[in-house]
């Protein structure tokens, strides 16, 4: 009995090392979403200056970049966001970057005009992710 329960332990391990070695990209999804972002984007991502919301300089306003529009059959749309994903007084932000999916329901963004590629004000909340300010 005790080999059964040893063997049941080692399978589920095993099962778990493998789902985690293939759901983790290292950042590779990421590089490609960046990469096929013109430069001149980029760079305007990354000189954007950053807003604090509050002394505590813990939550801020900056941009984002539109990579992916996925509307939904409910009235809303799954929108992917670029950004430079770092604290900007803790690290370098240049060398991080961030990708969030936000809901934005559909008639928000009609109503706005926004589109894939279009650059964006993003609220960051570290711990909580983005949201759009549309």
């Not at 932000?93 to 969030?100: A, F, I, S």
Request: net charge negative; charged share 30%.
């Amino acid at each position: 009995m005790g080999y059964v329960i040893t063997m049941c332990v080692v399978v589920l391990a095993a099962f778990a090392a493998i789902a985690y070695v293939l759901g983790r990209d290292d950042g590779e999804q990421e590089e490609r979403y960046f990469a096929a972002v013109d430069a001149d984007k980029q760079d305007e991502l990354y000189r954007t200056p950053i807003i604090y919301d509050d002394d505590s300089r813990s939550t801020w306003r900056q941009k984002g970049i539109v990579n992916h529009i996925e509307p939904k059959s409910d009235g809303t749309a799954d929108v992917r966001i670029l950004w430079y994903n770092a604290h900007p007084s803790k690290t370098n932000r240049k060398t991080e970057t961030g990708v969030d999916k936000v809901t934005v329901p559909q008639q928000r963004i009609s109503k706005h005009g926004v589109k894939e590629g279009d650059i964006v004000r993003i609220a960051v909340r570290p711990g909580e992710g983005v949201s759009i300010d549309i």
